[in-house]
């Protein structure tokens, strides 16, 4: 039985290794490429080692975008999307687990019910009715609209409903808690693993996000992060290395959220499972 176990515990770990090089390949092919010529890219046979490329192609990145300023715009309406996401979805979903009201159920199925809503029928709808507010160019139209969203609610509910002892609630309720001081005090603690993962998912979708920023962002001085790195496409022609080496550029601060989130997310979890 040792020699079954051993042999399981090397399969499991080889079938983990190879996950771990078939994820890193492309980010890996990424940084040849950034790092190569545009002939190189194309040569045959490819070459897969990295070139001595990669600062000079980052210096036409930032020769011809302003990538810093997009950067900043980016950063910003992403940790405020971020933040917003994390407390209106879980206040809802703190109400949703754990509190009996009128409606709940249907307004959970009817919050179920917009996931089958395609994004794009929201689009000319939330733009009409930015442009009425006259938000359309300003950092409002990238905030505001994804401040709660359907999915980060139903996440956030059915981790509350296993996390949060309703012995928890109860008890804070004897001690005299109102809704906003259980959820401070009860909810959110306990919740953290969950909030842990839905900001890494909120961050990087808004950071990644290019198509409603394209929309809405109609300044071309003040554009986000992914809409300015597709200014690098030409008309006639494209530097495929430049292109790369701007999309390294803006892979490597989703890496540092993610590792801090998912260190964080980890953290959490194991601390939990020693309080049970």
Do not use: C
């Not at 949060?164 to 306990?190: C, H, M, N, W």
């Not at 394209?214 to 300044?219: F, K, N, P, W, Y």
């Not at 001085?221 to 790369?244: E, F, K, P, W």
Request: net charge neutral.
């Amino acid at each position: 039985m040792g020699s079954v176990e051993r042999l399981r515990t090397v399969v499991g770990h080889v079938v983990l290794m190879l996950g771990v090089v078939v994820s890193l390949l492309p980010f890996y092919w990424m940084v040849v490429m950034a790092s190569n010529t545009t002939p190189d890219i194309f040569a045959y046979p490819p070459k897969l080692l990295i070139g001595s490329h990669l600062f000079e192609n980052m210096g036409k990145v930032l020769d011809n975008v302003d990538f810093f300023g997009s950067m900043l715009l980016t950063l910003i309406a992403s940790v405020s999307v971020t933040v917003l996401v994390l407390f209106f979805d879980s206040l809802a979903a703190f109400a949703f687990a754990k509190y009996e009201f009128p409606g709940r159920k249907f307004l959970f199925g009817l919050l179920l019910a917009t996931f089958m809503i395609p994004a794009q029928l929201s689009l000319v709808p939330q733009f009409v009715t930015l442009a009425e507010f006259g938000w359309i160019g300003s950092l409002k139209a990238l905030i505001i609209p994804g401040a709660a969203n359907a999915f980060g609610i139903f996440w956030m509910r059915q981790y509350a409903a296993g996390a949060i002892p309703d012995e928890l609630i109860s008890a804070a309720k004897v001690d005299g808690a109102g809704f906003f001081r259980q959820y401070l005090t009860v909810g959110l603690p306990v919740l953290r693993p969950g909030l842990a993962f839905l900001g890494i998912f909120t961050f990087i979708n808004v950071w990644n996000d290019y198509l409603w920023p394209l929309i809405v962002m109609t300044d071309p001085n003040r554009l986000t992060l992914q809409v300015a790195l597709d200014q690098l496409n030409g008309i006639y022609g494209t530097d495929y290395s430049m292109v790369m080496a701007g999309a390294l550029m803006s892979v490597i601060p989703l890496i540092g959220v993610f590792l801090i989130g998912a260190r964080s997310f980890i953290a959490d979890l194991a601390a939990g499972a020693m309080k049970f």
